[in-house]
């Protein structure tokens, strides 16, 4: 009988020891999920595309969506870009009647984001650079840039993602244009 | 000697298993921490920034999500009715009351993925708030089913669970001070083909 009850705490103890492992094991692999995801934004688009060139995300392009949870009447594209080589220049001519843009760091956090009302005359045109490149950039305004958004984010590698909002069936061919002359390069200063 | 090694199996097996299936369960539910709930919708308004809690960020890494950001809009999810029953594919539901201030809206029904569910028709399963037709008091009335039905008619199709996802695109409410005092529609079914 002794034996039994020394037995069944040993079990208890093993359960307990396990929980508390358990809680441990929780917090540990909740905080590494995003170090080492190979499922996340970044590494999809790596796969689909190379840095500076726009990818469509939604699925109208052919072939499956590159990141899920686009909106059905939405549009998307999205650029990889490295601010360790310079800064980047998005640029996007012609009116929709809405687009909006967000700039994603490597591991998907959005840093900033702004829409058609806040782009001068409604058109595209912006500029993401290091707070480093900002100061450079400001002695010494090129001609070319003064109508630009200057996005600074303290980031090195980063997405730019552009939405456009598509009413009905009329306006894809006018969304899809208005993406297919978007470009997204690096701007030399 | 025997039952020592099986005492510490037993442990690290419940400490393994365990840990690893709460984050699991933890991360796929919809409702979760740092959700706001307002009627029967779910949104997550810091999800994708780096104020995010980490069962957010481990969301995003982990489905590849770029979440919406601030002057973007807001998405909302519901997963429930009125009267707290899943909601159903092969049912009926109306979608009646305010929508709060955005420059537009939209609203699409949606499978277990959030992704848009399959009609198989021209027609997409989703609507917009510049092409919906508007009571007297400016409130909105939808439809959602499988039949044409008069007014605004949301089309889905087949069966199984639903989500409804609503976005307000470009709105004072996705910054967080405005969202508590926000009223959105109400979800009430109708009827299911069984």
Same mark, same amino acid.
């Given at each position: 009988m002794r034996s039994f009850y020394a037995a069944m705490r040993g079990l208890l103890h093993a359960v307990l020891l396990g929980l508390l492992g358990a809680g441990i094991v929780h917090i540990a692999v909740l905080l590494l999920v995003p170090e080492f995801s190979e499922r996340d934004a970044w590494s999809r688009l790596s796969m689909a595309s190379d840095l500076y060139k726009m990818t469509r995300l939604d699925a109208e392009a052919g072939?499956?969506?590159?990141?899920? @949870? !686009?909106?059905?009447?939405f549009y998307a594209t999205a650029c990889r870009f490295d601010l360790g080589e310079g800064m980047v220049r998005v640029k996007a001519p012609g009116h929709v009647p809405f687009w909006s843009v967000s700039v994603y760091d490597r591991s998907g956090h959005n840093i900033y984001s702004f829409n058609d009302h806040t782009a001068t005359g409604g058109v595209l045109d912006a500029v993401v650079l290091t707070p480093a490149q900002m100061i450079d950039v400001r002695k010494d305004l090129p001609e070319d840039l003064q109508g630009a958004i200057f996005v600074e984010a303290p980031i090195e590698e980063g997405i730019f993602v552009i939405r456009a909002f !598509?009413?009905? @069936?009329?306006?894809k061919p006018i969304v899809s244009r208005f993406f297919e002359q978007s470009s997204c390069e690096l701007q030399d200063f | 000697m025997l039952k020592t090694a099986f005492l510490t199996l037993l442990s690290l097996a419940i400490a393994i298993v365990g840990g690893g299936g709460s984050v699991w369960y933890a991360l796929k539910?919809?409702?979760?921490?740092g959700a706001i709930r307002i009627g029967q919708w779910t949104a997550f308004?810091?999800?994708?920034?780096? %104020? %995010?809690d980490p069962y957010s960020k481990a969301r995003v890494a982990r489905e590849g999500v770029l979440a919406l950001g601030r002057a973007e809009g807001l998405s909302f999810v519901a997963e429930r009715d009125a009267a707290g029953a899943e909601l159903k594919r092969e049912c009926t539901y109306t979608i009646e009351g305010d929508f709060p201030t955005a420059r537009f809206w939209t609203l699409y029904a949606a499978d277990q993925s959030l992704g848009v569910v399959e009609?198989?028709?021209?027609? /997409? %399963?989703a609507l917009q708030s510049y092409g919906v037709v508007r009571q007297p008091d400016n409130s909105v009335i939808i439809s959602a089913g499988h039949h044409p039905m008069p007014g605004n008619w949301l089309l889905t199709d087949g069966f199984g669970r639903m989500y409804f996802v609503l976005t307000f695109y470009d709105?004072?409410? %996705? *910054? *967080?001070?405005? /969202? *508590?005092?926000v009223s959105l529609p109400h979800i009430v079914k109708v009827g299911c083909n069984a």
């Open positions: 072939g499956a969506p590159v990141v899920k @949870s !686009v909106d059905p009447l !598509v009413p009905d @069936s009329s306006w | 539910i919809q409702d979760g921490v308004p810091d999800i994708g920034t780096p %104020a %995010a009609t198989g028709k021209p027609r /997409l %399963a709105t004072p409410i %996705a *910054s *967080s001070t405005g /969202l *508590s005092d």
